[in-house]
Structures are given as C-alpha cells and as structure tokens.
C-alpha cells in the first residue's frame, strides 16, 4: 500500500506528474467532478491546522468524495490512551485514504503501517510536511516555468520549519538549485539535512544571518514563522520570533521577478504592505495546494490495489541503539520499537527510521 509520508517518496517524474494532473484540473474542474465518488477521506488532526485540513476536505469534496475525521486531539480516543497504530487500524475499517497531522515525529509513518489504506503526512512534528513541498514546487513551476537553475533562500526558522526540510529534499531532486540559509544562528537548518541532503547531492549552498544581503540574488525567497510551538524554552521564541521581518521597502533590493513564498501562517515576518507587490506568491500558494492534493488523492486511490514496488524497509534493532529524538513518536509509545537505518557506514551512523533523528 503506497503511503506518502516524506516528499522522497515520490520521484521527479511522479512530482512532474501530479503538477500535470493539477494544471489539468485547473483547466477542466468539471471532468474531476465525481472522480472519487463514495470514496471517503479520513481529516486526523492531531494538531491545529486551519490551511491544510480544510484544503485536503475541499480537494476531496472537489472531486466528488466524501470526508470524515477530527481536528482536535482532545476530541479522539487517544486522548484516552490510545495509539496511533490502534486509530490507524480503526480508521482503516471507515475510509479509503487519510491525511493526517500529529505533533510527534514518525507518527504518519506508524499510521502508515497498520491502516491498510494510503495514508498522506500533513505535518508530523518539526520533521516533514510532503503536502506542502507539492504546493510550493508547483507555484514554482507556475511562476518560473520550472525548478531548475534556481537560487532559492530560506528565511527564518530553519531548524523546526519542517516545511523548510521537505522542500530543500524536493529540490535535491532538480539541477542547478543553489540554497541560501538565512537564520540566526540558534534556528539554523539541522546538520543531517545539510550533510545528508544538500552536501550529499551536490548542491552549492551558504549559510548567513542577513535577509538584506542575500535579497538581490534570489530567485525565489522562502520565508517562515519562528514555529513557537516547537521551543522548550519560550524567552529564547521571544527573543529571536522578529528576527526576520520582510516589508516593502526591503523587497526594493529584490529581482523584479523574485517569488516570495511562505507556508502561512504568518505572523510578522511578512509586512502586509507586501501583499500588493506582484511578486507576493504566497496566496496562491493556498490555491495551488488544494490542487496538489486533489492530484496526489487521485493518485494514491488509483494505485491502492497495486502490489507495492519493493516490500518492507531494512532496518536494524538493538538494544544499543536509541533514538535521540524527545519529539519521536517512540518518546511515548512505549511498545513501539526502536527501529534504525544506517545511513552512514564510514563513520556508523544510524537514523531512526520514524524521524531521522541519529541513535544514541
Ligand atoms: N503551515 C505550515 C506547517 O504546518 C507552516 C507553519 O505552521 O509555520 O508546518
């Protein structure tokens, strides 16, 4: 059973696919209109969400299905204890696919194996957001005419952005991208992501703490909320939570055709004297998004009674091995197993097949 839960999940060409479909569903709404009737999809919402829930509902009821599911925690059983396999298990009786948000990391993952229908990662913790990444590769093919050959900055929180880890995984995938990391020091891009990801794939990038001089050799700027619900500590959020804050007047150093994109919501990082400058993208982010997941919906609902490529995972369990992750689902679900990949011979490293944290 084909599950998204990270955005390497699908190759180029699949990627290329799905924005086919999606342009093509712009085009022609009308010959989508009963493509998935007495189809059901299953809204868990673990976390709050106002954009992609109700994108994922809308692309469902677009295509002449139906929904189901909860937008509050509070409000399932696993405010009574129950796991994230026995509500996987449960929801796979009533629908034929999920989207699901849950603030620990791996959580879709776990999901994914014990539904027995496609389940779609709609945010797990501070480690992927697939959903978005597709929203956000299609503006840029929209805008740009592609994803190739492109300069793109990230601004703000890199650290626990995870919509900032799947889209540097995407465009991994294109030629010629070359990355800007823009953040305080305390907020920069994690080390496996720059070693495993940027470095691993050859793309040239550079780290620096100033939006003013990285602005005029973008392409596309990339900006994100200082994520509060992600620190330990909230003085050091107060502290660095306006680090960045892109106004009109700044963007006057900008390309005439850069793109600024930002996941939403924003808090202030975005002035909205900026919203009129035909170079704020980040509306039709919302849009293109919904038609992202109306295409990848679609797909997975027609591939669910194909025999999977290549069956299950490697992985390696020891009692040696633990994850370093306070935020992964095996934090709290006591029987699941710590489960590793290695990703690293050379120097021995081991990353949990749930979150990518490194073992301990
Ligand atoms: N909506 C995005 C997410 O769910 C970005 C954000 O919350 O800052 O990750």
Redesign the pocket.
């Known amino acids: 059973m084909r599950s998204i839960i990270d955005i390497v999940d699908l190759s180029t060409d699949e990627i290329d696919a799905l924005m086919q479909t999606a342009s093509d569903i712009i085009a022609d709404p009308d010959k989508y209109a009963d493509a998935c009737k007495r189809k059901k999809l299953a809204t868990l919402f673990f976390e709050p969400?106002t954009?992609?829930r109700l994108s994922f509902e809308a692309a469902m009821l677009e295509l002449g299905g139906s929904v189901i599911g909860f937008s509050d925690a509070n409000s399932s059983s696993s405010s009574k204890g129950e796991s994230v396999a026995d509500t996987a298990r449960v929801i796979g009786c009533y629908a034929d696919i999920i989207a699901m948000r849950h603030p620990r990391e791996g959580a879709p993952y776990i999901a994914s194996l014990y539904a027995g229908i496609p389940v779609i990662n709609a945010?797990d913790g501070g480690h992927c957001?697939p959903t978005?990444t597709l929203a956000d590769l299609f503006t840029i093919y929209r805008e740009k005419g592609g994803c190739n050959d492109l300069t793109v900055g990230f601004c703000g929180d890199l650290k626990y952005?995870?919509?900032v880890h799947s889209l540097i995984s995407a465009l991994a995938k294109y030629h010629n991208v070359r990355i800007v990391l823009i953040s305080p020091d305390e907020l920069r891009l994690p080390g496996y992501i720059k070693k495993e990801v940027i470095e691993k794939n050859g793309m040239e990038y550079v780290e620096t703490k100033s939006l003013e001089d990285s602005l005029p050799e973008l392409d596309i700027l990339y900006m994100?909320?200082v994520?509060r619900e992600r620190f330990e500590d909230l003085e050091v959020y107060e502290r660095l939570k306006d680090s960045y804050i892109l106004t009109a007047e700044k963007l006057q150093a900008a390309k005439p055709d850069m793109c600024v994109l930002h996941?939403?919501?924003r808090v202030n990082e975005i002035s909205v004297d900026v919203d009129a400058d035909p170079r704020a993208c980040y509306f039709k982010q919302v849009e293109n998004a919904k038609y992202m997941r109306m295409a990848l919906i679609l797909k997975l609902l027609a591939e669910k009674d194909e025999p999977e490529a290549d069956g299950a995972e490697d992985f390696v369990e020891s009692e040696l091995l633990k994850c370093s992750n306070p935020r992964c689902i095996v934090a709290v679900e006591q029987e699941l197993k710590h489960r590793f990949k290695c990703t690293d011979k050379e120097n021995g490293v081991y990353r949990c097949i749930y979150c990518d944290a490194k073992a301990k």
């Open positions: 969400s954009r992609t945010g957001h978005q952005g995870r919509t994100t909320r994520q996941p939403l919501p």
